[in-house]
């Protein structure tokens, strides 16, 4: 699966499953039970736990713990939190600030903890009380020790909530200090991380880790399209880019929520630290291993064809490979897209803490970050379900009435972005000094190299999406960039012809998306696109 083979524009396998069965399965069974780090017993006591909780915000505020036990170990990083690139190194800087957003989070933990604890709350501050009326250390220990077991959810709250309080009350001591260098911030965090890795029953520290109680996906249409993915290894590999979108757009809402409490904004750096890692994690797995995984997945379901079958299911097992192919395609441009977004999302649009803005500044930036985001993750929902069935209607996957407008503006800015890099190759092509040895040169052939990148990153799924007529002849050109002798430029000015007619081809499509019903009265904003591009250009 190192390159896509050859086909036809209109034999390409664009929806259901090419081997054309489909099996009835729960598409999260595996990755929710997996993820989850929890032995079986320890899931049914939690699940039994969660299901007793008799107030309808339970989901809600079980989450929100979660995401902020999580998000305060990513806190514990500089490079999760927002802000241009630092030149100063982090031991150079006062962490003052930033331990005293952690607090404010603890403080929000405890709150959350003493919510899901209800009654056994009131258990704990007698306990406390208890505590300074024992004057011999074994009975203090003892009572300490009663409080330290873990045998249930509520438990493990209560200890979760014990510890933290106390590690808190630390953090009040040290903030009464000037300056708050980076190790004495690292190291409060690192003891709020060692008890969250303790915990038996509330320990979230695990890179795309998904949860029954709020990670299950509510549209049927998302459902129907997992469901009639029947490669195994495509269809966890789609299930797991879903629900890892759909967890980040939740992460959206969570973030602007916290936002409402003008005291309270400055822990949105906490989630947004969150954040960051877990996109982190999905746009390095999209981009590095999902690829792998369905070529692995391919490789042993063909090693179980007989070999008297080969023949007779050749067709169909190549339309299978093209359609992982074309998948793999989409996966890495949902990347790509991903990243530049969240790239621009904390070092562009939301200021660094180290500057301190006014909670009204916080507030509007992360406001105008998320919606952005929401609109690339709405984004790649739909160009990934449109990649396993075409004739999918996206518009029907949110409750957004602006989730068709949306993905129409992204493809449409997407057209125009890659026409500019066509644009820029082929200028740079037709410059090249005519001479026998242009190609022989490193420095010569680099910015081939770097098409071939943008070409992955971009240019493929436009050319499906596109519906370009042109696509075989196209793909080839571009193939034989990568295999393309150094001494022989005939494959590159093969390439660059065809680069123009893709270029003029999308500058087409660009007009006629311009004219869609969602697109009336919506002017296209070439500045926002050109400082995306940008934004592509310095991966």
Not at 76 to 105: C, M, Q, S, W
Not at 298 to 303: A, C, D, G, M, S
Not at 492 to 501: G, H
């Amino acid at each position: 699966m190192a390159t896509e083979p050859p086909r036809t524009a209109s034999s390409a396998p664009r929806s259901v499953t090419p081997s054309g069965r489909s099996r009835v399965r729960d598409p999260y069974a595996d990755l929710l039970r997996d993820t989850r780090g929890l032995r079986r017993e320890q899931a049914a006591a939690r699940d039994a736990w969660f299901a007793g909780l008799s107030w309808e915000r339970k989901e809600e505020t079980l989450f929100e713990l979660e995401m902020l036990l999580k998000g305060l170990v990513c806190f514990a990083n500089p490079r999760n939190h927002p802000g241009a690139p630092r030149k100063t190194p982090v031991v150079a800087l006062d962490f003052r600030e930033e331990l005293a957003i952690a607090r404010l989070t603890l403080h929000r933990i405890v709150t959350l903890c003493r919510n899901l604890l209800s009654t056994r709350d009131r258990a704990y501050v007698f306990q406390r009380y208890l505590e300074t009326l024992l004057p011999e250390d074994p009975a203090r220990a003892r009572l300490q020790k009663d409080s330290s077991t873990q045998e249930s959810p509520e438990d493990a709250l209560l200890h979760l909530r014990h510890s933290l309080t106390l590690i808190g009350e630390m953090m009040d001591g040290i903030l009464r200090l000037e300056r708050v260098p980076y190790r004495l911030f690292h190291a409060s965090l690192a003891l709020v991380q060692r008890e969250i890795a303790r915990n038996q029953f509330f320990n979230p520290l695990i890179a795309l880790e998904f949860r029954p109680e709020f990670d299950r996906i509510r549209a049927i249409e998302v459902l129907d399209v997992i469901q009639v993915v029947d490669n195994d290894a495509a269809h966890r590999v789609v299930a797991l880019a879903f629900l890892s979108c759909f967890r980040l757009l939740r992460y959206t809402q969570l973030v602007r929520a916290a936002t409402t409490d003008p005291q309270q904004v400055s822990r949105v750096y906490v989630l947004l630290s969150l954040l960051r890692s877990d996109a982190r994690a999905i746009i390095s797995y999209l981009r590095g291993r999902a690829g792998a995984v369905l070529a692995d997945g391919f490789e042993r379901e063909l090693l179980k064809v007989p070999a008297r079958d080969i023949g007779p299911r050749f067709d169909q097992l190549a339309q299978e490979a093209h359609w992982l192919a074309a998948l793999r395609g989409s996966l890495e441009a949902v990347s790509a897209s991903l990243r530049v977004e969240i790239r621009g999302v904390f070092e562009v649009k939301i200021p660094s803490s180290q500057t301190v803005p006014s909670p009204a500044e916080l507030a509007r930036s992360v406001h105008h970050a998320m919606d952005g985001l929401r609109d690339v993750l709405q984004t790649a929902i739909a160009r990934i379900a449109q990649t396993v069935r075409s004739e999918v209607d996206v518009g029907q996957f949110f409750d957004d009435a602006n989730a068709r407008r949306t993905v129409s503006e992204r493809l449409r800015r997407d057209l125009w972005m890659f026409a500019q890099v066509l644009r820029a190759f082929v200028a740079r092509a037709r410059a090249t000094p005519d001479a026998p040895d242009q190609w022989s040169s490193y420095s010569s052939f680099q910015f081939v190299r770097e098409f071939l990148g943008y070409f992955r990153s971009m240019g493929y799924q436009l050319l499906r999406a596109s519906d370009y007529p042109d696509f075989d002849r196209f793909l080839a050109a571009v193939e034989g960039l990568q295999e393309a002798d150094f001494l022989e430029p005939v494959r590159v000015i093969a390439a660059v012809n065809e680069c123009e007619r893709f270029q003029q081809y999308l500058m087409e499509t660009f007009e006629r998306i311009s004219q869609r019903s969602e697109l009336q009265g919506v002017t296209f904003d070439k500045r926002a696109a050109a400082e995306t591009l940008k934004l592509y250009l310095g991966q």
